[in-house]
């Protein structure tokens, strides 16, 4: 009866921290050289996050041991493969690898991140007919053997000089065929009307196919209208039927974002600011992005590594990292009840 009890009791809290994952909320993962060990902070069993994209094919190293089931990986062919089928040949191998060990279920993968933009502007710069080419080379066999599921490539607008061409010369190459995809990903930058009015033009243009915002945020401004304007969008993104899936573009520390200090997601110390924890499922930290608007660039470096006060990681996360620990002990002093 006792061990019966203890196996339903482990089966609960087992399912409570699973049922904390939010199928929309993801990671746009840009990775950190100097302080790797922030990018642990994102993933975990108790952590929200359910998918993540690293603008590559391959997954990040800090996550290659976090299975598919706890935190979706996402490849993106970022832009190229005009002439090869790397990226195809790439993805064959982590699905089926030639050791005959299983694979990893790759299940949605994103094409081309602003190809309609300048390499200058952050664009993957491609012309209509080679991403064309390179779609036809590398995604749709994907599609077709594999059943992936792909995402249209990440543009500016949703239907203007770009995306037609691109359509039409992916038909002529596929046998005048239709080049079919089956998500849209794209980005919102700006004030909340901006956001609304992206989410309203690509669902028109695409009717009925899923959204992934996949990097968002108002950037460069102050820390008041930036944490009212994450919490208006996230309580949009969330309700609103037509958007998949989202990430917040600030999986970083102040001092590195080049979308405005208080977007980052990390003090300059690596601490969860109050947006992060609130990323996570958490409560406010109090954690300024940026104290005293004073850059901190050598803050938690390896020539200047944080003392215990510096780092001051004590964050409180009822919903977040927290959230496994809480139910240790719970499990805990249920499992002494049950004794």
Known sequence: MRNSSLLALLGLLSASALAAKLPKRG???????????????????????????????????????????QVEYVPMLWGGGV??????????????????????????????????QLFSDGGSEMKPADAAQSWVHNLLPLREKFGIKLGLPVVGDPRGGWVDPFLKNCSRLND????????????????????????????????????????????????????EYFNQSLTFLDDNKAVERYSWFGAFRSTVS??????????????????????????????????????RTNACSAEHPCTDADKNAGTELSNGRSLGLWWSGAASCLLLLLL
């Open 258 to 295: 080049n979308v405005g200090p208080n977007m980052a997601m990390l003090d300059p110390w690596g601490n969860l600011t109050d947006i992060g924890s609130w990323y996570l499922g958490g409560n406010a930290t109090g954690k300024a992005a940026m104290p005293n608007d004073t850059p």
């Open 27 to 69: 990671l746009a993962a840009v990775g950190s050289k100097d302080w790797p060990e922030d990018d642990a902070i994102w993933v975990g069993e108790s952590s929200p996050i359910s998918w993540y994209y690293n603008f590559y094919w391959n997954v990040s190293a800090v996550y290659a041991s976090v299975p598919q089931d």
């Open 176 to 227: 005048n065929k239709e080049c079919k995809f089956d998500f849209v990903p794209l980005h919102a930058f700006g004030q909340f009307g901006v956001l609304q009015d992206r989410v309203g033009k690509f669902s028109s243009a695409f009717p009925g196919v899923p959204l992934w915002i996949v990097e968002y945020g108002y950037n460069d401004q102050n820390l008041a209208t930036t944490q």
């Open 83 to 116: 002439n090869d089928t790397d990226f195809l040949s790439n993805i064959t191998e982590m699905i089926k690898p030639s050791s005959g060990a299983g694979g990893r279920n790759i299940t949605h993968v994103m094409g081309f991140n602003l190809p309609d």
